[in-house]
């Protein structure tokens, strides 16, 4: 005589056994997809949903495996364009595999020959179970599409740039286009050194005001400039964005690089004002730089002294920042780094570097995975660079090292500097300083 299986050919008139049944099925799908239609249903099925949980599990272990021991392979993945489409594609199969495996499942459980009382738990176990699998790998794939398509437009650089005296160096500029500007300037100008090792980072801030700013003989503002940018009040660091953008024939193959002749020139004069090579930039836009703050769920600022903020021409404040720890909107954020209402530039670019500071050190992993969409969309719109995607694993690498560190700062400001009479023999001895201090010991 052939056993009769309880699961395969079960007693339908027992309704106490058909109940116990089907919490097991529901329960072996939740654990062990497949292993239900290789117990009661289609064996090919089943076989096909086993495999693909144990190919899981193994992926699984290796993705952990590798993670403890090389980040960077990790990073290589989720930051490549074809590693996300390849993880956008697995996710979407397990999650209809996982569906197909649920429903079938219930249909297999027969419901109708369970006991009344337990069918909605059951159901609701059920339901709980696609939405522990199915649910979370559709999430998954949504997410890698949207990082697909974030890094395809945020990161248009061409080319890999190496370390310069085991640094890089990063222009970051501010830009202040909005509906009341005509074009774009920097509202904010500053460079971001990182030792390519430690991660220690040093910003150095620059005054959107500075004069007479030095090219090195190699760039193409040398030949327009060779004494230097300085033909009176016009000639600001800042409107060099705007001359080299009326004169993009200075620059003619910028733009294939993912840059422009705007802020190559910046670039320039970022060089000629720390003494650094620069590498990369980046361009954040400040209009839209409140939508980031927000999608991140604000920041917060400790605020040193009651500050006022409003429009430079206002005839009072339109508000106050308290002295203390405050937990700013982005719209708060913004203009607290904007607001130079009885105040000054200088005042102004060191309540700059604090926002940055406090995003750099703020912003967790765990809080851009859980609000990835939304900082994915309003990264799209706020951010640009050239540093190209095939960089950016050991660039995600280094930041998670720079945020356990300090950041130092340096300001090229008075009383120390003078923007309109730069001392650059000064400035870069003092930026190698501040750098040196940064730097641990190698």
Not at 349 to 360: G, I, P, S, T
Not at 380 to 408: C, E, H, M, N, Y
Request: charge should be positive; proline fraction near 6%.
């Amino acid at each position: 005589m052939t056993a009769i299986s309880p699961i395969r050919t079960p007693d339908t008139r027992s309704a106490d056994l058909m109940t116990k049944r089907a919490w097991w099925l529901v329960a072996l799908n939740l654990l062990i997809p497949g292993s239900v239609q290789m117990l009661a249903g289609n064996r090919r099925l089943g076989r096909f949903g086993l495999a693909a949980t144990l190919a899981l599990w193994v992926i699984a272990i290796i993705g952990l495996v590798t993670w403890l021991v090389a980040h960077s392979v990790i990073y290589a993945v989720v930051t490549n364009g074809l590693g996300l489409t390849v993880v956008q594609v697995v996710l979407a199969a397990y999650a209809v595999l996982w569906v197909v495996l649920t429903i079938d499942t219930l249909r297999l459980a027969r419901l109708v020959r369970a006991s009344p009382s337990a069918r909605p738990a059951i159901a609701m176990l059920a339901i709980v179970t696609l939405f522990a699998s199915a649910g979370v790998a559709g999430y998954g794939a949504l997410t890698a599409g949207v990082a697909r398509s974030t890094v395809g437009k945020i990161f248009g650089g061409t080319d890999v740039a190496a370390p310069v005296d085991h640094r890089y160096n990063i222009l970051l500029l501010g830009g202040d286009a909005g509906p009341d500007r005509v074009g774009l300037r920097p509202d904010s100008t500053s460079v971001l050194s990182v030792d390519a090792a430690t991660g220690a980072a040093t910003i150095i801030g620059i005054p959107r005001n500075m004069e007479q700013i030095q090219f090195a003989p190699g760039s193409p503002l040398w030949t327009a400039f060779p004494q230097g940018y300085n033909c009176g009040d016009q000639c600001l660091i800042d409107y060099l964005y705007t001359y080299a953008d009326e004169h993009r024939s200075l620059y003619p193959d910028a733009a294939k690089s993912g840059s422009s002749a705007a802020i190559e020139a910046m670039k320039d004069a970022a060089e000629g004002v720390t003494g650094l090579k620069i590498q990369y930039f980046g361009l954040i836009d400040m209009q839209g730089f409140a939508d980031l703050i927000n999608a991140l769920g604000g920041v917060t600022i400790d605020v040193p002294q009651r500050t006022p903020w409003g429009g430079i021409t206002a005839a009072r404040p339109q508000g106050y920042f308290e002295v203390g720890s405050q937990k700013m909107t982005g719209e708060q954020a913004l203009w607290y780094a904007r607001s130079r209402y009885d105040g000054n530039d200088y005042q102004r670019m060191a309540r700059q570097r604090q926002v940055q500071e406090a995003m750099l050190t703020q912003f967790q992993p765990s809080v851009v995975l859980t609000k990835f969409q939304a900082i994915a969309t309003a990264g799209a719109q706020v951010v640009k660079t050239d540093i190209p995607s095939g960089a950016l694993p050991g660039f995600v690498d280094l930041a998670d090292r720079s945020r356990k560190l300090p950041v130092t700062r340096l300001e090229l400001v008075p009383p120390m500097f003078n923007p309109a009479q730069p001392d650059y023999n000064k400035i870069h001895a003092a930026v190698d300083a501040a750098i040196a201090k940064a730097t641990p010991a190698r």
